[in-house]
């Protein structure tokens, strides 16, 4: 059992560029959601799904486009990186309201 | 503005005493906590939670206390372990969304 899949781990990107960060998981969960780590800051909620079809923008949504195909993928794409979106992102995922999430290794992202 | 706080950034401790990390939130309407533990370069991992209809949730050697009129919670570890040095997130929850506070970092001492 696999859990929460982010590819890729390590990323350097130039200002400017584009790139899309996975996250798949096999617990058939509805409920997906994208986070990034600063210091100082704990996670913050960048974007979330309640299922297929469904999207919604959380804390910091600037500069992040998300989309939901299937139950399993809830891929995280930049669109014009800047270096302000250094970080740490993390992809969860929910069985259902009031229950843990479960937490992909996450993805270091450096735009220099 | 951050609805879950945690405000002590590192914690030492012995080994064989106990751990009480502390969390402050902010938003009322929060009905589920939880408390998640990180180690570098890894993704959190869930440790235990704690319902609002609850003030005490206890999982071996990890209890969970919450004050709701004051909308504290803590987090009890009892005894240190070496391999309790790690990353400690509070969140909680509202609307399948998770808030989380800052973290505090636990170096437990041999």
């Known amino acids: 059992n696999a859990g929460v899949t982010q590819t890729p781990k390590f990323q350097v990107l130039k200002t400017g560029q584009s790139m899309t960060l996975q996250c798949a998981q096999d617990?058939?969960?509805?409920?997906m959601s994208w986070y990034r780590q600063d210091p100082g800051m704990g996670l913050r909620l960048i974007h979330y799904?309640?299922?297929?079809?469904?999207?919604d923008q959380g804390e910091v949504p600037n500069g992040y486009n998300v989309s939901r195909s299937t139950t399993e993928d809830f891929p995280l794409r930049l669109l014009s990186a800047a270096p302000s979106q250094t970080s740490v992102y993390f992809c969860?995922?929910?069985?259902?309201?009031?229950?843990?999430?479960?937490f992909g290794q996450g993805t270091r992202l450096t735009v220099v | 503005d951050q609805q879950v706080k945690q405000n002590s950034p590192s914690l030492s401790v012995q080994e064989g005493r106990i751990s009480i990390l502390n969390c402050d939130y902010t938003n009322s309407m929060f009905d589920y906590f939880l408390w998640y533990k990180k180690y570098p370069a890894e993704g959190p991992t869930f440790l235990i939670s704690i319902s609002s209809i609850k003030d005490k949730n206890e999982d071996g050697r990890f209890t969970v206390f919450l004050n709701k009129s004051a909308k504290h919670l803590s987090l009890h570890i009892v005894p240190s372990q070496p391999g309790d040095s790690a990353v400690y997130f509070c969140a909680a929850h509202l609307d399948y969304k998770l808030s989380f506070g800052a973290g505090t970092t636990v170096t437990v001492r041999a």
């Open positions: 617990m058939n969960h509805e409920y």
């Open positions: 799904s309640v299922g297929a079809g469904i999207t």
């Open positions: 969860a995922s929910l069985e259902g309201y009031r229950t843990e999430a479960f």
